[in-house]
């Protein structure tokens, strides 16, 4: 009942003037972001990376603006060069929006986002890392999988994201499942009209179990992205069935969430991947991990009025 009004709420802009202005905002933000800077996001990457792999979200999304785009590929630049120095260039990638980068603007949107990936995939390269693009909503499906596509000539190893609950994304999960190709499957975190999405929870997990079963049988690399303790255990069963080994797939799961599951993953020996978002442009990112859950919200409110 909540969500709807809660993924509406992250796309406006009077919402989002209230809630960073609510001062209990930033702690509860801090549940899933790691940090407002580079600074302050690095210590929880190094703690993760002792057991987990990590992938960094410099958060900020839909950019009208060409000069932040530009602020944002140097962010990722900045981020690389640290991960570099740190030695983490091999427990950690990064996932970018391209809306973030540039996609959505006016003149060369496309172009530009194109671009600023291969800038930050270029950077990645420099340091023995990659990038994942993150999915956003459907409008947006086409045109990100076309600027991989392209991004993929030069950096092969560059990721995609599909979305469980699109009706397209079987048919996408084969077209990626060819050798060397990287995909994170979720279940998707937007608003989707009918007509492109399936929107009973039910039909959405069969739809994730399907498109999981055309990974886990092509030749590519499956990244199980989910907190969902069935489909987890489906990915370990579909994983043996296609003998599959511990570094042929790997789960993910959002900083913040079910960390005692990620550690017991990674305990087993599975590749546990933590997406860790950090910056000031959290609205957005907050909003949907709300949507997700009601008792995040009810959480929320409670703290609202007993504050
Ligand atoms: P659900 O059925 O939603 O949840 C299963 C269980 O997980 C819940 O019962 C609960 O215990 C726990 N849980 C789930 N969400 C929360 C939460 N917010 N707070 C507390 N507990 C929770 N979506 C996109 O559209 N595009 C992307 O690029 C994208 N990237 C992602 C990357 C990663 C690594 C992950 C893990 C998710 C990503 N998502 C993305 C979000 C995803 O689409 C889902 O919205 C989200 O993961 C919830 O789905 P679920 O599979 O965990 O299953």
């Given at each position: 009942m909540l969500r709807k009004p809660l993924l509406l709420a992250a796309r406006s802009a009077a919402c989002r003037r209230i809630v960073e202005r609510t001062p209990l905002t930033?702690?509860?933000?801090?549940?899933?972001?790691?940090?407002?800077?580079?600074?302050s996001a690095l210590p929880a990457v190094r703690d993760l990376a002792g057991d987990r792999l990590v992938t960094l979200d410099f958060l900020g999304e839909d950019t009208r603006?060409?000069?932040?785009?530009?602020?944002?590929?140097?962010?990722?630049?900045?981020?690389?060069?640290?991960?570099?120095?740190?030695?983490?260039?091999?427990?950690?990638?990064?996932s970018v929006k391209l809306s973030a980068v540039g996609q959505f603007l006016d003149r060369d949107g496309e172009k530009t986002a194109l671009e600023n990936a291969r800038r930050i995939a270029g950077a990645a390269a420099a340091i023995g890392t990659t990038v994942t693009l993150d999915?956003?909503?459907?409008?947006?499906?086409?045109?990100?999988?076309?600027?991989?596509?392209?991004?993929?000539?030069?950096?092969?190893?560059?990721?995609?994201?599909?979305?469980?609950?699109?009706?397209r994304t079987e048919a996408d999960?084969?077209?990626?499942?060819?050798?060397?190709s990287r995909v994170r499957?979720?279940?998707?975190?937007?608003?989707?009209?009918e007509s492109v999405a399936f929107r009973d929870k039910h039909e959405v997990d069969r739809a994730y179990v399907r498109a999981l079963r055309v990974l886990m049988e092509g030749e590519g690399y499956p990244m199980v992205a989910s907190h969902d303790p069935r489909m987890i255990a489906i990915a370990g069963e579909l994983a043996a069935a296609n003998g599959r080994?511990?570094?042929?797939?790997?789960?993910?799961?959002?900083?913040?969430?079910?960390?005692?599951?990620?550690?017991?993953?990674?305990g087993e020996g599975k590749r546990m991947r933590v997406y860790v978002p950090y910056g000031t442009e959290w609205y957005g990112y907050y909003m949907r991990r709300l949507a997700e859950r009601p008792a995040n919200m009810l959480f929320f409110a409670r703290s609202l009025i007993t504050r």
């Open positions: 930033r702690a509860m933000v801090h549940r899933f972001v790691a940090g407002e800077d580079l600074d603006d060409l000069a932040q785009a530009e602020a944002t590929v140097r962010a990722y630049e900045e981020l690389l060069a640290a991960l570099g120095e740190a030695g983490l260039g091999d427990r950690a990638e990064v999915m956003e909503d459907h409008t947006t499906t086409d045109s990100t999988l076309g600027i991989l596509r392209e991004l993929r000539e030069d950096f092969p190893s560059a990721g995609a994201v599909l979305q469980a609950y699109l009706r999960c084969r077209d990626l499942s060819g050798a060397g499957l979720c279940k998707g975190a937007y608003d989707e009209p080994g511990a570094d042929d797939h790997e789960y993910q799961m959002l900083y913040g969430i079910r960390d005692e599951e990620q550690v017991r993953l990674a």
